[in-house]
């Protein structure tokens, strides 16, 4: 078997500054061999890969308006733009800083690959998700749903040609983390960090500053609700009202420790994710299935199927992972009393009630174990240039949407 991935996260990864927790920097180290040769691994056994279609022929549509988001150009941008000389000296001091280096134009194209195929991937399906898999709209369902994308396309990054892969693959965990920390303090730090406007804008745009919002380079998703910002002071009654609510908002924030303990533990999230999955490409279905029902599907159903009312009459329990995040010493766990424990994050086995919901299982893990070969495959059969796009200043987000994924219910294919 091929060597796997080995996956290192340092203590260095963390780095506390301005008192803002940030991911520094995560990187995934691949063997040599296996990083030159393996472009993705796939099995020609597999239903969904066999009946991939082929990839057209066809060039590259030009960049459309959804790729790249219409900005609005300042004074100076107007005026560098209207003078060959001033556009050239500003080329020559934008490459001598590094504007336009190969780290550069791969950061900036993983920003568009992140927002168009990994962050917006939640909503897209949410039916199925909410519906299908029973993922609550919370803030870790979007995260669990939204890992897995970032895994199939670093699956097809890994196979660019040196030193394009890693330097895309680094690109896309920046971004992803980095909009993980930001809505991970929206939630837990309501009022820390403004709320996200509905698009993406440019800062010099009179639309980034209405209603308190930032120019984030990250879109919104509807897939969960964040808590709602604090009114403005004019819909208060007087300006004691509005200091006691900035107040009682303050007090509800969690501490900078719960963020940067939460943000490791979404790391060894994504990790062990990253690790099942790509185990899977190499075993098969039946360990990519059993890698889906764990990750994805909160191992519903690992302690057997309750069919009648038993113990306190409630029939709750959830799978509990002992390895990782609080957990120091697993023989102190009390794994039975644990399981009974509520988490408060709506995964957990179906009640006695609902254990009919367990039938559709085996076909829900073939959508989803269908879904990933196929969609792996057709990353695949693109070639290398589309997915790097033209590596030109101003067109980093060209062809981005023509690898937007299929859709999951069709996976299948009877």
Not at 52 to 80: D, E, F, G, I
Not at 114 to 130: G, I, V
Not at 309 to 318: A, N, P, V
Request: hydrophobic share 35%.
């Amino acid at each position: 078997m091929i060597g796997l991935v080995k996956w290192e996260l340092s203590g260095d990864d963390v780095e506390k500054k301005t008192g803002k927790f940030r991911i520094v920097e995560t990187r995934a180290y691949l063997p040599c061999h296996v990083y030159q040769n393996v472009r993705v691994i796939s099995f020609t056994a597999t239903r969904s890969a066999a009946a991939a279609p082929a990839p057209k022929t066809t060039p590259p549509s030009p960049p459309s308006s959804q790729s790249s988001p219409q900005r609005r150009q300042s004074w100076l941008t107007t005026k560098v733009k209207s003078s060959p000389l001033l556009f050239s000296i500003f080329l020559y001091v934008a490459r001598a800083l590094g504007y336009g280096s190969p780290q550069q134009f791969a950061n900036r194209r993983a920003l568009h690959l992140y927002n168009t195929l990994c962050a917006t991937c939640a909503d897209q399906e949410s039916a199925f998700w909410r519906e299908a898999c029973s993922l609550p709209p919370t803030f870790q369902s979007w995260f669990t749903i939204t890992n897995l994308h970032v895994w199939l396309l670093t699956v097809r990054l890994r196979s660019l040609p040196a030193p394009h892969g890693k330097q895309h693959i680094q690109g896309l965990i920046d971004h992803f983390f980095q909009d993980v920390e930001e809505r991970m303090r929206a939630v837990l730090q309501p009022g820390i960090l403004p709320p996200r406007s509905s698009s993406l804008v440019s800062p010099n745009s009179p639309s980034s500053a209405e209603g308190g919002s930032y120019p984030s380079p990250y879109l919104l998703s509807s897939f969960y609700t964040p808590p709602s910002p604090l009114a403005p002071q004019s819909s208060f009654p007087s300006h004691k009202a509005y200091k006691e609510a900035a107040k009682l908002q303050a007090r509800s924030r969690a501490p900078e420790r719960l963020i940067t303990r939460q943000m490791k533990i979404l790391k060894e999230q994504w990790a062990g994710l990253g690790m099942s999955l790509d185990l899977g490409l190499v075993r098969g279905d039946a360990e990519m299935a059993a890698a889906v029902w764990r990750n994805m599907l909160g191992a519903r159903g690992a302690r057997g199927i309750g069919l009648s009312q038993e113990g306190d009459g409630s029939g709750y329990r959830r799978a509990v992972n002992l390895v990782g995040g609080l957990v120091e010493d697993v023989r102190k766990v009390d794994v039975d009393k644990e399981e009974l424990k509520d988490d408060n994050s709506g995964v957990h086995d179906f009640a006695p009630s609902e254990s009919d919901r367990y039938i559709t299982y085996p076909e829900l893990m073939a959508t989803l174990v269908s879904y990933i070969r196929r969609e792996s495959l057709r990353l695949e059969r693109i070639d290398d240039s589309v997915i790097m796009g033209p590596r030109l200043v101003g067109r980093e987000g060209e062809c981005v949407q023509s690898l937007r994924w299929g859709a999951i219910d069709n996976a299948v294919r009877r």
